[in-house]
């Protein structure tokens, strides 16, 4: 199955966040979630720093994510997202670096705001 992929445009963002998230960065889902959604924030100054040293191939993208069951939680851990190939690297448990799993993940969908 292929991955639809979506450009949220700007005057359209408000339809996926309610128009409350300033640092919004679009949504994607993959089967093994069950339905669930998963929300993509833009990466902070600290998180931007914090990881610098992350070498990204062409196409990969690091941002914050959130989930239901995260709000809760109030977490938003980290996620690498190759947009070309419709994947998504979640983070290695027990680590204290920033270190993504080697298989990816694909994904039914993502959606994703221009800037």
């Known amino acids: 199955m292929n991955t639809k992929i ?12 309610g ?10 889902g993959h089967t ?3 339905g669930c959604v998963y929300t993509l ?6 998180d931007e720093e914090f990881c610098s040293n992350i070498k990204l191939r062409e196409n990969e993208k690091l941002f914050r994510f959130e989930t239901p069951r995260a709000v ?11 947009i070309v190939k419709g994947l998504a690297y979640f983070l290695v448990e027990g680590t204290e670096l920033a270190e993504f799993e080697m298989r990816g993940v694909k994904l039914d969908f993502l959606n994703l705001t221009i800037n």
Do not use: Y
């Open 32 to 34: 093994e979630a069950n």
């Open 72 to 82: 809760f939680h109030k977490m938003k851990p980290l996620i690498k997202v190759n």
């Open 19 to 28: 128009g409350s998230f300033a640092s919004f960065a679009g949504n994607f």
């Open 6 to 17: 979506q450009t949220i445009q700007p005057e359209n963002q408000w339809k996926f966040t």
């Open 41 to 46: 924030f833009k990466l902070d100054k600290f």
